[in-house]
Each structure stands twice: as C-alpha cells, then as structure tokens.
C-alpha cells in the first residue's frame, strides 16, 4: 500500500517560512512527478509547485521567487521551502506522486493527507 505522509505545516507570521516535507512509502517501483498542491477555503486545489525526477521545476505563478521545491529520489521525499509567506498562502497543502506501484504498468496518482499552513498578518 503506497501513502504519501506530510509534515512541516503550523501557523507563522507573515515574512516567515516553513518548511514541507512529505515521504512516500510503500511497494514503489519509481515516482515520475512529485508535487505540491494547495487548497484554500472556498477555492479549488491548485497546482503550487512540482518536480521531475530528473530535477525540472514548474511553479505557480504567485510563489515563484519565494517557493522551492526538491527531492530526494533515493529517498522517495519531497520537500516545500516556503519563504516570505503571505496571508494569502494559507491554505491546507498537499503532497502528491504520480508513480509507479509494483504490480502495475502504469502510472497512477496518489495525495498526502493533507497539511496545514496557516499565515498570519
């Protein structure tokens, strides 16, 4: 059974940082992407930031310059440095992989639990 934990999420003033880190776990034969998501009240789960396995980067618009996303592939983790956060960065984020399980020659998706982060002003 392949699970996705997260940790790092808590409460920081505005101009703080936090750190996100989520390992994956589980009968893992390989992870293509590795991502983060964010879902705000009352607003749909959007794509924050997420990183290929060879190492390229995609991030939202509105965290470029403040986010950073890696991994360690040996380690099946990712890792969410957040940065100069905002109020407007709150938001409960998630941990997501497409990957591989053994057992099946595709890839399928998988998401942490969840995790929040909240910014105060």
């Known amino acids: 059974q392949v699970q996705l934990v997260e940790s790092g999420g808590g409460l920081v003033q505005a101009g703080g940082s936090l750190r996100l880190s989520c390992a994956a776990s589980?009968?893992?034969?390989?992870?293509?992407?590795m991502a983060w998501y964010r879902q705000a009240p009352g607003k749909q789960r959007e794509l924050v930031a997420a990183?290929?396995?060879?190492?390229?980067?995609n991030y939202a618009e509105s965290v470029k310059g403040r986010f950073a996303i890696s991994r360690d592939n040996a380690k099946n983790t990712v890792s969410l440095q957040m940065n100069r956060l905002k109020p407007e960065d709150t938001a409960v984020y998630y941990c997501?992989?497409?990957?591989?399980?053994?057992?099946?020659?595709?890839?399928?998706?998988?998401w942490g639990q969840g995790t929040q982060v909240t910014v105060s002003s």
């Open positions: 997501n992989a497409d990957l591989r399980e053994s057992g099946r020659n595709y890839l399928d998706r998988f």
């Open positions: 589980g009968s893992i034969i390989s992870i293509n992407v």
């Open positions: 990183v290929t396995r060879a190492g390229s980067t």
